[in-house]
Each structure stands twice: as structure tokens, then as C-alpha cells.
């Protein structure tokens, strides 16, 4: 496990870290397809906190795109780098993510954030932030749509929808299982809706949410408890 200082000149208030995003936001490249599902690698990120102690813990899993199997898994432990603000998440995340990403024995591929891209109150969410910063193809597959709004996508899987903010639209609500609550998938960086949601939909044949972000979500809550005991 990978230890994390918080960098040197870090956003420290919500004034700079929103300068920070518009900054960082015009170089997102949303022209550019993204590699195709089923190939190379792909990987989760996720985190989890201990509060109490200030912890933040990354974990990144890279699977083959083709058998969902893991190839490589690493994690980092850092402190939390940025209070709790709707919006900014991002940087109290970010700096322990690419510890965690840079830990990895492989390159990554495309890499799958739990949370949000372009569906972003500022159109720059943690997918958007890790791709411009790394330079990777990021999407965002979120749990919830935010503050965003949707009509039901049809019942049967791969059904879809517009995530909207007034008329633009910002990602798609996608069903992923017949029936069951739509995961909300919006565009990081270096990858069109199209492929964010083909991709989607081949990270879960069997469950809502990409093995993606189970098996990074797993590792994460493992990584938490060996590090806080």
C-alpha cells in the first residue's frame, strides 16, 4: 500500500479549488470515441474514509475488458486533503487515486470513477478531473443522478434516458439489469456517451453497478480496515 503526503500548493479553500476546476475544465477532450468495449483493460477506482482519523484509502483494480477478470489491484492511504464541499469531492479525493493508479504494475486502459464526469453541477466532476490529469479515457457511473433529472428508461436492459440539466444533456440514466433502479453514466474525458455507455452496460452482466466499481469498492473497505487498525 502506497502512502500519500497531500501535495504542496493543494487547494486549501473552496475559492481556489473552484479556480482549479476552471482552469482544468477546457481541456477535457469529449471528440474523441474512446476505446472499444470488451478490449484491453479497465479499471476501478473507488475510495473510502475513516473520518475519525482523517484516512482517505484509493483502491484501483484493472480487469480484462474481455473476461472481467482481475489483472492488477493497488491501493494508497493518504490524508483527506480538502473538507467536505458538494461539488469539490474531487480534491478530497484525487491526490490518494493517483497514488493508487500510479501503484499499478499495467497501464490502466479506461478507468471507471464512482461518481460523476460532465454530470457536474461545474460539468467537471472526479472522472473529468482524474482524465485531464492523467491523461486517461475516464467515464463516471454514479448511484444517483445528483441534482440532475430523468424520465424512467424502459424496463429491459440497456434502456436509457437523458440525464438532464434544463434541456442539455449531461449523461443518460441506463438500466443495467432488467427492472432495476438505472445507474446514471456520464462522459470523463477522451470518451463519448456512446462508448461510456457501451462500456457500462459489458461491466454488468450480472449485477447494477460495473464489476468495476465492486471489486474497487471491495478492495477499498479491505484496504481501510488493515490500514486504520
Known sequence: MTTVAIPAGWPATEEQARAVQDELRGRVARDEPGPPPGTGHVTGVD?????????????????DAASLDVVAEATAVGQ??????????AFREIPTVLAALDALPCPPGLVVCDGYGLAHPRRFGLASHLGVLTGLPTIGV??????????????????????????EEV??????????????????????????CAHTLALTPAYRLPETTRRADSLCRRALKEATL
Request: charge should be negative; proline fraction near 10%; avoid cysteine.
Open 171 to 196: 449523461g443518460r440514466a441506463l438500466r443495467t439489469q432488467p427492472g432495476i433502479k438505472p445507474v446514471f453514466v456520464s462522459v470523463g474525458h477522451r470518451v463519448s456517451l456512446d462508448t461510456a
Open 80 to 89: 483527506v486533503s480538502f473538507p467536505y464541499v458538494p461539488g469539490l469531492l
Open 47 to 63: 475510495v473510502a474514509y475513516d473520518d475519525e482519523r482523517d484516512v482517505v484509502v484509493a483502491a484501483a483494480v484493472v480487469l
Open 142 to 167: 454514479a448511484k444517483n443522478p445528483f441534482t440532475f433529472t430523468y424520465e424512467e428508461p424502459g424496463t429491459p436492459r440497456g434502456s436509457a434516458s437523458p440525464l438532464l440539466a434544463g434541456d
